[in-house]
T-cell receptor, first 117, second 113 residues
Framework: DTGVSQNPRHKITKRGQNVTFRCDPI?????LYWYRQTLGQGPEFLTY????????KSRLLSDRFSAERPKGSFSTLEIQRTEQGDSAMYLC???????????????FGPGTRLTVL | AQTVTQSQPEMSVQEAETVTLSCTYD???????LFWYKQPPSRQMILVIR??????QNATENRFSVNFQKAAKSFSLKISDSQLGDTAMYFC??????????FGTGTRLTIIP
């Protein structure tokens, strides 16, 4: 399977604990995105990388959130001191810029569902 | 601010019938892209169809087609000959001149056997 993979698929944690999620993009894709989806809502953009460079961060991404993509391949999203409001599905997507410019199609992983008790 | 609005939280249709999902958006950008994504129950989101705003011709992918009305900022999805496997959440999304996607709140579509 050469699609986007995410681990773990489910995470239950207690308030105040730190959690880390991993995303492995499609191998030749150099752009990687993180989104958050709460129940009944569409995904909301958090941050994105081109290779190892983090190019944009949403205001939704508080200081407790950090994302890395150290070698331009997989990415991690860490949440420190989790709060109940962090409970959501965290989605990763990757894309490959289209030749000739234009916005590329993003391919999504299955997501990591976080529950903070 | 750029926004995407889906005003139909839920829809249902009999198998083999045609259904149209609505989407409107608001932007001051001249260069943007519009998408419909499908999220089946407990499965990952997949792209259904995309439309470049500079193209006048409506995009079509097999049973899926769009009605893109640029002046009205409307981008509806038509599903013809609906199948049970079309049951899913459908999200309208746009990239307004940059890379991140802005999503609507979704429409839950149920195909009735």
């Amino acid at each position: 399977d050469t699609g986007v993979s995410q681990n773990p698929r489910h995470k239950i944690t207690k308030r105040g604990q730190n959690v880390t999620f991993r995303c492995d993009p499609i191998s030749e894709h150099n752009r990687l995105y993180w989104y958050r989806q709460t129940l009944g809502q569409g995904p909301e953009f958090l941050t994105y990388f081109q290779n190892e460079a983090q190019l944009e961060k949403s205001r939704l991404l508080s200081d407790r959130f950090s994302a890395e993509r150290p070698k331009g391949s997989f990415s991690t999203l860490e949440i420190q001191r989790t709060e109940q409001g962090d409970s959501a599905m965290y989605l990763c997507a990757s894309s490959l810029p289209r030749s000739g410019g234009g916005t590329d199609t993003q391919y999504f992983g299955p997501g990591t569902r976080l529950t903070v008790l | 601010a750029q926004t995407v609005t889906q005003s139909q939280p839920e829809m249902s249709v009999q198998e083999a019938e045609t259904v149209t999902l609505s989407c409107t958006y608001d932007t001051s950008e001249s260069n943007y892209y519009l998408f419909w994504y499908k999220q089946p129950p407990s499965r990952q989101m997949i792209l259904v169809i995309r439309q470049e705003a500079y193209k006048q011709q409506n995009a079509t992918e097999n049973r899926f087609s769009v009605n893109f009305q640029k002046a009205a900022k409307s981008f509806s999805l038509k599903i013809s000959d609906s199948q049970l496997g079309d049951t899913a959440m459908y999200f309208c999304a746009s990239a307004f001149g940059n890379e991140k996607l802005t999503f609507g709140t979704g429409t839950r579509l149920t195909i009735i056997p």
